[in-house]
C-alpha cells in the first residue's frame, strides 16, 4: 500500500509556465519535506513543513513556494519555471524532525 | 557543517560476490545514519538506519550496516549481490536530537551487477 504518493509521475511544462507538484500521505506525519534530484546528483532539500510551520532552506529560489492545506496533503509550485528546474522532484514524510523519512516515487519534471 | 562522503561514484560486481559501500561523514557528535537505494525513475527507499546501541545493523534484502565511530564511518554490506540490487545507493546523515534537522545525503554510489 502506497503511503506517500505523488502525482504526476511526469509532468511537461513550458518554459515560465506555472506548474504544480502534489504529495498526499498516508501515514499522518507531522512533518513533509520536498528534495530536488538533478541528475546523477544527491537530493537537495527545498524546504519541509512542521505541521504548518514552513520551512525554508537559504539557497531555495524564490521561484518554489510550497503549500500544505492540511495534514495529508503537500504541494510544490514553481512559478516560472526553467531548463535548470528540470529535476526529479522528491516528496517525504516523518513522524517527527530527526525521524526516519519515507519517500515518494517522485515526479521527473522535464521543462521545454 | 555536517558532511557526508561516499568515496565511490561507480562499483561493478558479480552477482554472488560481496558487496561493500563506503560512507564516511563529517559532523561534531555521532549523527543519526542512513542507507537509502533508488532504482533508476524511483523514489529512495530506506535500507537501514542507525540512531544508537548496536552498531551492526540490519536491513532489509540482506544488507547491513556497520558504524564505527572511530573511522567516522557508516559503510554498508551484503555478502551476496543479487543482479536486482543494481540501482544507485546513497548514504545521509541526520543530526541528533536538540540540533536543527536537515537530512544530508551523499553523492551516491552506482552500483552494476554483472551475470
Known amino acids: 500500500d502506497a503511503m506517500v504518493i505523488q502525482n504526476p509521475r511526469y509532468q511537461v511544462t513550458q518554459f515560465g509556465k506555472p506548474v504544480t507538484l502534489s504529495c498526499s500521505q498516508t501515514?499522518?506525519?507531522?512533518?513533509m519535506y520536498w528534495y530536488q534530484q538533478k541528475s546523477s546528483q544527491a537530493p537537495k532539500l527545498l524546504f519541509h513543513?512542521?505541521?504548518?510551520?514552513?520551512?525554508n532552506e537559504a539557497d531555495t529560489p524564490d521561484n518554489f513556494q510550497s503549500r500544505r492545506p492540511n495534514t495529508s496533503f503537500c504541494f510544490l509550485d514553481i512559478r516560472s519555471p526553467g531548463l535548470g528546474d528540470a529535476a526529479m522532484y522528491l516528496c517525504?514524510?516523518?513522524?517527527?524532525?530527526?525521524?526516519?523519512?519515507?519517500f515518494g516515487p517522485g515526479t521527473r519534471l522535464l521543462v521545454l | 557543517a555536517q558532511s557526508v562522503t561516499q568515496p565511490d561514484i561507480h562499483i561493478t560486481v558479480s552477482e554472488g560476490a560481496s558487496l561493500e559501500l563506503r560512507c564516511n561523514y563529517s559532523?561534531?557528535?555521532?549523527?543519526?545514519l542512513f542507507w537509502y537505494v533508488q532504482s533508476p525513475g524511483q523514489g529512495l527507499q530506506l535500507l537501514l538506519k542507525?540512531?544508537?546501541?548496536?552498531?551492526l545493523v540490519q536491513g532489509i534484502k540482506g544488507f547491513e550496516a556497520e558504524f564505527k565511530r572511530s573511522q567516522s564511518s557508516f559503510n554498508l554490506r551484503k555478502p551476496s549481490v543479487h543482479w536486482s540490487d543494481a540501482a544507485e545507493y546513497f548514504c545521509?546523515?541526520?543530526?541528533?536530537?536538540?540540533?536543527?534537522?536537515?537530512?544530508?545525503f551523499g553523492t551516491g554510489t552506482r552500483l552494476q551487477v554483472t551475470l
Open positions: 559532523y561534531g557528535a555521532t549523527p543519526y
Open positions: 513543513y512542521y505541521d504548518k510551520d514552513f520551512n
Open positions: 545521509a546523515v541526520d543530526p541528533p536530537r536538540g540540533t536543527a534537522s536537515k537530512l544530508t
Open positions: 542507525y540512531f544508537s546501541g548496536d552498531t
Open positions: 501515514l499522518n506525519h507531522n512533518v
Open positions: 517525504a514524510t516523518s513522524r517527527d524532525l530527526q525521524e526516519t523519512q519515507y
